[in-house]
């Protein structure tokens, strides 16, 4: 039974996969990619253009002290809605050497910014339903008492945390630089208490003015920053004890008509965390996805 | 079954759509600062400040404003034409601040997240259209 099950979920998955080729085929892709992705875990008010939407694969891998290395992949489409609305679902998978290759479940987000103006402190406010199981790797966010002992289980996706997680972005552009704040609460709907994070990030691209050129190497293509996440315990337990947190640069390459890469090594800061994270990330953006799907017909 | 809740609601929309069609195309100029509209265009005396604005122009914005910048319509949604009247008479002040903030009604997203010098570059090049 179970291996009939894998073979069902192997083909699947390949079929997705050609349907996913073509339809990148169907819009057009070489035309019109541009992509921009400042930050891994970190949130800013950046949203989606109406009508554009950005296809997006995150990646993480790590070989925990005494546990099995790991690659966790999010394949992320996100989708503008309206100018003050974005919408995002995540498909979780990854795969643990000496173990298995396993989808993980989805996150399905929305994303409101209720106020459009540019102010100094810019607010987005962010709802998530989560249906992953336990053996979730992406660690797109890190709340509560989460740590390193939970990559200590062998995989399992017999347990499954269908979960609410609530965002307040708050996001500041200033002089070519962006400063993130995202503070996180969680909730298991199985009955668990309310666990709590963070996020920060900072971000500046290597140049504030474009060149004239048409150059893939200039330095307003290239963006540097930094990150910090975390844990911040739970609703009977909040504060620092027994949390995990991580810190690391990023740097993102967006490739003019092609594109965004990014890359950034995570440093765990205390010994409850992973020592060693690295995560990578490749994103598409097309313009108008639907419209040029309609005008194709 | 009392009548009047949907009569009231009725009002309301009638109310709603008359302030929404009061903020038509153009209507956000009205709502420019005087101290943004007032701003002058850094990169006004750098020749290569079109060149460089056109590139940012093609990668951002011809998508929907066209890669000759006369606009477009995709179904209901209508791009403008940005040789139009109303963007040779803004000042680049005006410019800014909607490519700074965008402009909700008309479906024109905040474009904040690009430096400020390349939002500058941006109106180099769409005065450099005129």
């Given at each position: 039974m179970s291996a009939l099950f894998n073979?069902?979920?192997?083909?699947?998955?390949?079929?997705?996969?050609?349907?996913?080729?073509?339809?990148?085929?169907?819009?057009?892709?070489?035309s019109s990619l541009h992509a921009q992705e400042n930050y891994f875990v970190t949130y800013s008010h950046e949203m989606e253009e109406p009508g554009n939407l950005e296809i997006a694969a995150k990646s993480v891998t790590g070989a925990?002290?005494?546990?099995?290395?790991?690659?966790?992949?999010?394949?992320?489409?996100?989708?503008?809605?309206?100018?003050?609305?974005?919408?995002e679902l995540y498909l979780d998978g990854q795969t643990t050497a000496g173990q298995s290759t396993l989808f993980t479940g989805f996150r399905w987000e929305h994303r409101v910014r209720p106020i459009l103006r540019e102010y100094w402190i810019n607010p987005v406010l962010y709802f998530e339903f989560e249906d992953i199981n336990d053996a979730d790797k992406a660690l797109l966010e890190v709340v509560g008492h989460d740590g390193r002992t939970d990559f200590l289980a062998r995989n399992n996706r017999n347990e499954k945390k269908r979960e609410v997680e609530l965002k307040l972005?708050?996001?500041?552009?200033?002089?070519?630089?962006?400063?993130s704040e995202n503070i996180i609460a969680e909730k298991n709907l199985s009955g668990s208490p309310w666990e709590f994070g963070y996020a920060l990030g900072t971000s500046r691209a290597l140049a504030l003015?474009?060149?004239?050129?048409?150059?893939?190497?200039?330095?307003?293509?290239?963006?540097?920053?930094?990150?910090?996440?975390?844990?911040?315990g739970e609703r009977h337990s909040f504060g620092l004890p027994n949390t995990s947190h991580y810190a690391g640069p990023v740097l993102t390459w967006n490739i003019p008509g092609g594109p965004a890469l990014a890359l950034s090594p995570n440093f765990g800061l205390n010994g409850n965390s992973n020592g060693f994270l690295l995560r990578f990330m490749i994103a598409y953006e097309i313009d108008q996805a639907f419209s040029k799907l309609r005008n194709r017909r | 079954m009392s009548m009047r809740g949907p009569k009231y609601v009725l009002l309301i929309l009638a109310l709603g759509g008359t302030i929404f069609a009061g903020a038509g195309d153009g209507q956000w100029l009205r709502k420019v600062p005087a101290k943004d509209r007032a701003r002058t265009d850094p990169f006004a005396a750098d020749p290569d400040a079109p060149a460089a604005?056109?590139?940012?122009?093609?990668e951002h914005c011809a998508p929907c404003h066209g890669a000759d910048a006369e606009g477009k319509?995709?179904?209901?949604?209508?791009?403008?034409?940005?040789?139009?009247?109303?963007?040779?008479?803004?000042?680049?002040?005006?410019l800014f601040w909607l490519l700074t903030n965008g402009s909700q009604k008309n479906g024109m997203p905040s474009w904040s997240r690009l430096p400020e010098a390349q939002r500058w570059q941006v109106i180099s090049f769409l005065k450099s259209l005129q």
């Open positions: 073979q069902a979920s192997t083909l699947l998955a390949r079929r997705a996969c050609h349907a996913f080729l073509y339809a990148l085929a169907l819009l057009g892709l070489r925990p002290k005494g546990v099995d290395a790991f690659v966790a992949t999010a394949l992320e489409l996100e989708y503008g809605i309206k100018t003050w609305w974005t919408t972005i708050l996001s500041s552009n200033f002089k070519g630089w962006n400063v003015a474009a060149s004239a050129r048409k150059c893939v190497f200039c330095r307003e293509n290239f963006a540097l920053g930094a990150e910090m996440y975390g844990g911040l | 604005g056109g590139k940012i122009f093609a319509q995709e179904g209901k949604h209508i791009r403008p034409n940005l040789h139009s009247e109303r963007v040779r008479q803004a000042t680049p002040g005006e």
